[in-house]
């Protein structure tokens, strides 16, 4: 398969274990993905597919709706 995929420069995306529809909102005070009780402070996403998929079952493109930082992690 050699079909190669294009992203719009400025496309963002998450990875994450969870099933997401077309629409769904991504937002803080989630479980998070790993074994313990904490909540989600932040919605992390990345630039880069490659950044995306590190430790991610499924990698979706998102879209901010509110402003955002480029974090430190």
Known sequence: MS?????SRGSFFHGTRAYLKMGDMIVTGKKKNYN????????????????AVWGA??????????????GLN
Request: proline share 3%; glycine share 6%.
């Open 3 to 7: 079909e190669k995929i294009v992203f």
């Open 36 to 51: 313990d009780d904490r909540k989600s402070e932040y919605v992390y996403f990345a630039g880069t597919l490659d950044a």
């Open 57 to 70: 079952e499924r990698i979706y493109v998102v879209e901010p709706t509110g402003d955002f930082e480029d």
